[in-house]
């Protein structure tokens, strides 16, 4: 175990089986994956449609040389085409979520008429690459901090300061993320969004959606940009694609494709398309698809938010209940509170999303969980709170 290398802080717990939304120890206790691994398992763990569909196709082909066509990856595109509305447009598989973000902001970065892209203030795109860094000569960021409060709606948008200071005419691709910001699980206001992406149109500009975090349902729709009124003209999606085997994609409209083709930009990566992620792929749609993934994860997730809305009026340790779906954020009034709620959660079995000096806790169990599979949840937080939360105030947090 100390020969593996991490960045976060290891939890001492030997998880060695799963099953759904369960996770299991050496020991047989059983732990609640209110984070579906890191947000993949959408259909839950061990799905056996996922796992039939990875050993029907082991033993046929796994991984192909990137000239090769494949019946299969071909399915697999037009799967994914089908649900980003893309239905001429094309598709690419790549491996992880960083990836296909990166792809898809080098290849936008490569056809744009701009170069500049411009980006939400706290946009998480990939762990590695121009999307990560985010250099000044390359990227814009927008502060939208004021548009989170700001009781103004729609048209304003255009007039306001914050987006007439924008340097519109010189940005080329506009990178939405819809959802995560960091793991502060923030919606930015539909207005903004709609008023920046028709501006980025107007200026021929184009817009690249990351869906890694947002996509395959995890919102109620199929993508979080689906809660906004654009178009984008590249779409990444990771995680939930998968279902946690590593398999993303880009699908990209037809205009934006040929654009790709008559350009330089050349991609070459040995797992690109490769069989075994697409056959994935097309079972985790098709499965989404077969069992109304989509609707169920937003009653669920709907069940969940109300839920802990009603612990909030009781507990004012908890600040706000943010969500969309099944990707809710609870924020705490300090670090320490939600440090001391994570802490208890785990002790009673349910691991939930949590970083070290933040007071969000986040929730993003796999889309196939069921109220039921819930209640617990909620006892546990209202035993938790009921002794906590005098201890934590708004203004004081437990020293
Ligand atoms: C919003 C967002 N974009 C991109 C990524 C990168 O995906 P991956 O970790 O699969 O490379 C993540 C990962 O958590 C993410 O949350």
Known sequence: MQHVLRFTEEVNLNLTTAKGCMLYDDHGTAYLDLEAGTWSAALGHNHPAVNQTIQAQLVKISHLGTRYPNQTVEQAAQDVLSITDMPDGQC???????????????????????????????TYLAAYGSSLAKESTQWVILDWKACETCSRTGSSCATCPTLTNLPIDQIGTFVFESGSFSGQVKFPPQALISEIASQIK????????????????????????????????????????????????VAVTAKTAEALKKSSFLYAQSHQN???????????????????????????????????????????????VRGRGLLIGLEFVSPEAAEAVYTQLFQRGFLCGFKK????????????????????????????????????????PKS
Not at 206 to 221: A, C, F, P, Q, S
Not at 274 to 294: H, K, Y
Not at 357 to 372: D, H, N, W
């Open 92 to 122: 690419i598989f790549l491996s992880s979520g960083s990836e296909a973000v990166e792809f898809a902001v080098q290849s936008a970065r490569r056809i744009a008429a701009r170069p500049l892209q411009l980006c939400l203030s706290n």
């Open 357 to 396: 000096a933040s007071p969000m806790l986040r929730f993003f169990p796999p889309l196939t969980i069921q109220e039921s599979e819930l209640l617990p949840l909620f006892q546990a937080l209202n035993d938790i709170f009921a002794v906590l939360s005098d201890g934590f105030s708004a203004t004081q």
């Open 274 to 320: 490769d069989p075994l992620g697409a056959a994935v792929a097309s079972t985790v749609i098709r499965t989404m698809q077969e069992e109304d993934t989509l609707a169920h994860c937003a009653a669920v997730g709907t069940f969940l938010k109300q839920q802990l809305e009603k612990l909030k009026t009781d507990f004012p340790i908890i600040q706000q």
């Open 202 to 249: 107007q200026n021929d500009g184009l817009i690249v959606v990351n869906e890694i975090t947002t996509g395959m349902g995890r919102t109620g729709k199929w993508f979080g940009y689906q809660h906004y009124n654009l178009q984008p003209d590249l779409v990444a999606i990771g995680k939930g694609l998968g279902n946690g085997y590593p398999v993303s994609a």
